[in-house]
């Protein structure tokens, strides 16, 4: 018996997809992720993984997975989707934004600076895919009892998890009273900190169906390229016209 | 007309709104957004709903003043600065509400020192500002003469504050009057090109979005304008009736008023027609929304009932009741209101992705939005501050006493 596996792990094939990409020029990378809707098994683990990985906060979410029912029982199928944002390569929320505080980075990753972000949430009106949410302030703790001197009451709930300052692109911010991410229109990005130390975006590691697949959809030997050529691929909505980078296998 | 004790009673209960609305600004300020109701998924609620009101409003203002400063139309000219005054007053309540619906506002200053000018919500806010640096000079300008007068008269009360108003002044001279009436005229020629952008501009940042089938195409903005010229004409026509009830005066603004709501409602019509029609589904669903969802009566006896059919029957059989119009005009005005958040909620109302009301649990991510007290509370004191403001500028500010009609330029 073989003591190799039959087929090598999606992750393994990707690390090296993205240690290439980061040794190319950053202008010749597009950073493109393709979901395997076959893959899927609703399992939430991206959600859980982004949200922990970013620290967000209650109404903050930037992974989610719809569940999408077809047909009449007892014909009933269901499906689970995926839906990071886009990263659209003709962005409604960049065109939208007032202030420039949205735009398209030279590697195809629609990014926000929270500190240019004014709040008016003309982003998310704007997105076809409700890939934006706003940050209203909220604490997954603000309803936890406070027990002073131990380990679990309010504070050491907080202290333990979201009073933790996020890492979001490469910057910390602790503020959580008024200071920005708090106020700002939030999204998906790729988990561009992870991408710079080499680092696959979470809801990619933490996929268990191995179903997101994620890399330089330039690099004509990197798995996310060989997969948006699959016949079965396909992109939400695509009669706007907004050319998202993330595609779908049917 | 406006009777003294009507006067005190406006002002009592504008300081009432002003005192129970504090409640709903101290949640607004203290803890942000916290404790409002609107989300991601309707992330403009009531708020947004009045600054559309607000800006429409100042419609009717705009009118007038071109007919009277820019075409010399003599018959208004007694609107005009009365008009302007309006305009200000709903102007600064729309900054204020919006404000307080931005999620940073003191970061206003990024539309000067990082503007998008792809962005039609920057062009709102540009021609806004547009209409400020028109508008405040045009008002000084109508107003100084009777503020040096005033600022002269030892006897009225607070003389200093007008002297400081009229810019320290003792004496108006004859060309100081001919070279304000100059100034004024080339306001108003100004005013017309950035007013019709301005207007045009609300219906614009709704009509580009290709994701919002009950906003997105061309008529969009052109339904704002005549959504804008409807409230604001019944707005000025309703004010006439208050401070100048002049049958001349008040009954041709209400035949211009008829037309609009009549025009305004065969618009409506055609939007309903062509949604039904194109049996698009999410068009569809706002539609249903609109008409037969949880706040029907909004749509049906709100606007359709008491802001429109009942201001119909009277502006056709009463038309010669100088008071009667404006009561129809002032039902139009007041329940405009409901059409602005019943334009704004539906389309934000529909899921646009099968599944994703089940995807993420938070009060946030929904989109039944009903607006709580806090946002409530907020609005009465921005309405408040506004009432406040319109009517004892009126009293303070020689307004009235400023649109004689005789002036050169009109």
Redesign the interface.
Known sequence: MSKELPVEDSLLRMQRDLKRALQKDPQNVKWGMVIDLARCIGCHAC?IGCVAENKLP????YR?????ETGQYPQVRRRF?P?PCLHCQNP?CV???????TWKTEQGVVIVDYN???????C???????A???????WYTADTGELPGKLYGQKAAANGYEAHPATEYGKKWPGRD?D?P????RKCHFCLHRLKVGMLPACTTTCIGRATIFGDRTDPQSLVFEMIGSPRAFR??EE??TLPSVYYLQ | MLSEKNFRYIVILAAFGLIIGTWGMGARLL????Y?DY???V??GLWVAFDLFFLGLTAGAYIITILVYGFRVKIFAALGPLSVFALLVTLLCEGIIISL?????L??Y??LF???L?????WL?FFIAAMWAIYLPTFFLLLREQLVDWSQDEKRPAHKIYRFLAGGRSAYTEEDREWDHRRVRILSYASIPIGLLFFGMHGS?FAI????PLWNGAMTPFLFIMAALLSGGALITFLTYLFHPRDELVQPLARVVLGLLVLFLFLEALQFFVGYQSKVPNFVASLNLVAFGPFWWAFWILHLLIGSAIPIYILLTRAHDSKAVAWACFLVLITFFAVRLNYLIPD?AV??????Q???F????RTDYVPNLNEWLVSIWVVSLGLLAFFLGMRWLPVEAAGKGEEEHV
């Open positions: 959600t209650p109404g903050v979410v989610v997975v719809l569940e999408e989707v839906r409604p065109k939208a934004c007032p202030v420039t505080a240019r972000c004014i709040g008016c949430r003309y998310l009106v704007a997105c076809p895919y409700a934006r949410t706003s940050d209203f302030g909220e008024h920005s708090v106020g700002n229109a939400l909505k706007l016209g | 803890y942000g957004h916290k409002m989300g991601s998924f992330p403009w619906d931005l999620g940073h506002p970061r206003i990024r539309f990082s503007p998008n792809g962005s039609m919500l920057f806010v940042i979005l290709l994701n919002r934000l899921y646009k992705l099968e599944g994703l089940n995807a993420f938070s009060h946030r991510l």
